[in-house]
């Protein structure tokens, strides 16, 4: 499977920001996809994940009510809309594949897109 994110930018605390991760290469219903991000001196972490099958979804405790994972299966596409961004939200953000069940260990995913820088002004 072969990620490309995109997206990111420049954008004040409150704003809002849409990342794009477009797949190809495998059919994808047994596939599922996980957006993380690491910020600079941190660990990568998980934001969130989305079954291609059925869309099921999971969130960090850090952004849930604020960030909306979700996919549109004609365009082989996940999305990641962030809304009220705040500071600590600034990262590169990637965006993942497995094949199995929830995860939101790094090492639970194959493969990687190559990440898109967030940064949010104060």
């Known amino acids: 499977v072969q990620l490309q994110a995109s997206g990111g930018g420049l954008v004040q605390a409150g704003g809002s920001l849409r990342l794009s991760c477009a797949a190809s290469g495998r059919t994808f219903s047994s596939y599922a996809m996980g957006w993380f991000r690491q910020a600079p001196g941190k660990e990568r972490e998980f934001v969130a994940f989305?079954?291609?099958?059925?869309?099921?979804?999971y969130y960090a405790d850090s952004v849930k009510g604020r960030f909306t994972i979700s996919r549109d299966n004609a365009k082989n596409t996940v999305y990641l809309q962030m809304n009220s961004l705040k500071p600590e939200d600034t990262a590169v953000y990637y965006c993942a594949a497995r094949r199995g069940p929830y995860r939101t260990s790094v090492e639970g995913y194959e493969s990687w897109g190559q990440g898109t820088q967030v940064t949010v002004s104060s």
């Open positions: 989305i079954r291609w099958s059925d869309g099921i979804t």
